[in-house]
Nanobody
């Protein structure tokens, strides 16, 4: 079982920056994806960035060049550095861990195959 705890959200003005953190505890699979998602009221949850443990990192187009994901393996923490924030970035941000990946899986799974979720951290851009 994996537990995820996000932090770092807040309210900022457009153009500002925030760094979100997600601390993982418990046993994570040998191969997996760990990703950031977001959801705003009335909208479906969308993937912001996905990190494959052995493969690529993929950003959604709307955040490319503004958001950067990084990982501190020793601290088991995933970060999301968000720069040049826009009002449309306002959402609840979640980190999540997907299902175990086989040696043939080089892409991260669909949202529905993410098994463990944090409680979320709110980001508001005005």
């Amino acid at each position: 079982h994996v537990q995820l705890v996000e932090s770092g959200g807040g309210s900022v003005e457009a153009g500002g920056s925030l760094t979100l953190s997600c601390v993982a505890s418990g046993d994570i699979y040998r191969r997996y994806c760990m990703s950031w998602f977001r959801q705003s009221p009335g909208n479906e949850r969308e993937e912001v960035v996905s990190m494959h443990s052995d493969g690529p990192t993929t950003y959604t187009d709307s955040v490319k060049g503004r958001f950067t994901v990084s990982e501190d393996v020793d601290r088991r923490t995933l970060y999301l550095q968000m720069n040049s924030l826009k009002p449309e970035d306002t959402a609840m941000y979640y980190c999540a861990v997907g299902r175990p990946l086989s040696n043939m899986d080089w892409a991260c799974p669909d949202l529905r195959e993410y098994r463990f979720w944090g409680q979320g951290t709110q980001v508001t851009v005005s």
